[in-house]
DNA sequence: CTTCACACTGAACAATCTGCCCAGCGATCC
DNA sequence: GGATCGCTGGGCAGATTGTTCAGTGTGAAG
């Protein structure tokens, strides 16, 4: 079920899954309110099979929840932006992260390679409403300088799909 | 249930939510296993409200989906990097989108203000196989330029119940 | 070749939940 | 005074869930 690869000096756990854990993934992600019941039928396996396929994606980490997804859009927040910071250098990095998830319209952090230090995807209510954002950002101890480039369309939104079927094609079950 | 805004001349939709949406949308986060039923008794309301509330939240567009939720390190994609990128001005976005949307390890792509045209989001299983990646972003047609930052670490993961809570604050149920 | 481990099937069970209906009640709006 | 709306609390038949069980086929190991 698992496999161990050293990746960087680390061991990281990958999962192996085949065409039916991949189909069962595309099915729920299509129609999440089927239940298992319908879903075997739908996969023309038994319950048992695909209760038992669930319980292994969920234990391997490659399923994680089922949350519902969130439209920041259909609340108000009309525009996303990429916000990029330089860190002053003799503070670390994660004093700066715990300020920033303070801010509900920062959405996501990454710490990056590169010439700047972080990146971090915020929301806004308009342009003018992500400049008090922006502001909030600055004022963060121990952020130097950010810079921000809105998103002006997302012609592919985020999506795992491809990226399943891609894996199970090359595993085949 | 909604209210209409103007936002850069288009008329965009903001649905206002209250206490009880936000609870129920977390509770639904932090435990998505939880049925109609059992959420009622958890927020203290009839199952009714429970389900009308739900129904309003997807109508709305504030919940879009029950999705699982999967997770690209699981499945062997440890490298996570943002790829931005210039295009051939003559050539218009949709075409390069389209193509980049056959790249399975591309997750998400947006066109953006400044000096580059578009921000992906892609995965690799390691830095080797990043190259590889970036490397059929470049033979996209259409493609001139592109400029690679690493996801060191994640310090904030994609998250929206801080926005859902705020959102809620400012208009109390 | 034999044996074991494993995965899938098909079935059964009680317990629970769902979708749907209804009547009543309090607040708000005309 | 109505009328509308949202919430409550109840009931109903039907479906689903969690769980267990035995039987079967396949692949790997001895």
Redesign the pocket.
């Known amino acids: 079920?698992f496999s161990v690869k050293p990746v960087t000096g680390v061991f990281l756990y990958t999962m192996t899954i085949d065409d039916?854990d991949a189909r069962l993934i595309a099915l729920l992600a299509a129609e999440p309110?089927v239940?298992?019941?319908?879903a075997?039928r739908r996969l023309?396996?038994?319950?048992?099979?695909v209760?038992?396929?669930l319980d292994r994606l969920v234990a391997g980490g490659v399923v994680t929840g089922f949350g519902p997804d969130l439209s920041p859009g259909a609340l108000g927040y009309h525009v996303t932006a990429f916000v990029t910071l330089q860190i002053r250098q003799v503070s670390g990095h994660d004093p700066v992260a715990s300020l920033l998830a303070a801010i509900p319209e920062v959405l996501e952090v990454h710490t990056i390679t590169g010439g700047d230090d972080m990146l971090c995807r915020v929301v806004a209510r308009s342009n003018a409403d992500l400049q008090r954002v922006i502001d909030l950002i600055v004022e963060v101890e121990g952020v130097v300088r950010t810079s921000s480039v809105i998103a002006l369309d997302t012609p592919v939104a985020y999506r795992m799909l491809p990226l399943v079927a891609e894996v199970a094609r090359r595993r085949p079950g």
Do not use: C, K, N, Y
Not at 35 to 38: A, F, K, M, R, S
Not at 44 to 49: E, F, S
């Open positions: 079920m039916l309110r239940g298992i019941l319908e075997s023309g396996v038994a319950r048992g099979t209760q038992a396929r």
